[in-house]
């Protein structure tokens, strides 16, 4: 299909065109996260099978999408956008506190984020994987974003003179493969621990990397 079908324009039921278009739109990403996060999965669903979910016609699919793929791609960008915007928001609450109780803050509003639905942790960790180079590209650009998180606190940690001043990309794409496979292992059932002792355990990680044996100097 050469790109999508024409919008309807003008008002109807009291709704404009692009209100409507949200709602379709807002239908089949909810559809796409029960099916692919909780159903048969991204690979053995159709636009069919999606669109009957969704409550409307494949018609109205192409007018939204051209493939499923872009359905798997617009939730995944949104599940990591939820994460990131709990994040950010714990920490800009967190900001005065120590450096321990403030990594703390943001991962329990991470963690507690990204595992309040089973779905998210599916699209986000097993159902990207693989796909096409196209969205392997997506996969690796958001992490390399939460990459970039780490290594900014870091970064103000050691300004603070509260951390090692140190280039922290490798070890924070290395902690950041490790709090991805610890809460999908947990919320997959095959770690017996709390949400905090998640938490607990992360926060121990990172504050091993930030501050090594024999910092500081003068310790």
Known sequence: MAGRLKQPTGRYGGRTAEERQAERRRRFLEAGLQLFGAGPGYRSTTVAALSEAAGLSTRQFYEEFHTLEDVLAALHLQVNDWAEQAAVAALAEAGDLPLAERAAAVFRAYAANVTSDPRRIRIAFVE?????????????????????????????????????????????????????????????????????????????????????????PDA
């Open 128 to 216: 990207i994987i693989g796909v096409s180079p196209r969205l392997e590209e997506q996969r690796l650009e958001r992490r390399s974003r939460w990459v970039d998180f780490i290594r900014a606190e870091a970064a103000r940690a050691a300004a603070r003179g509260e951390a090692a001043p140190r280039d922290y990309r490798l070890a924070a794409t290395a902690f950041i493969g490790s709090v991805n496979g610890l809460l999908h292992d947990w919320r997959a059932g095959w770690v017996d621990a709390t949400l905090d002792e998640i938490v607990e355990e992360l926060v121990r990680q990172l504050l091993a990397i930030l501050r090594p044996p024999g910092w500081p």
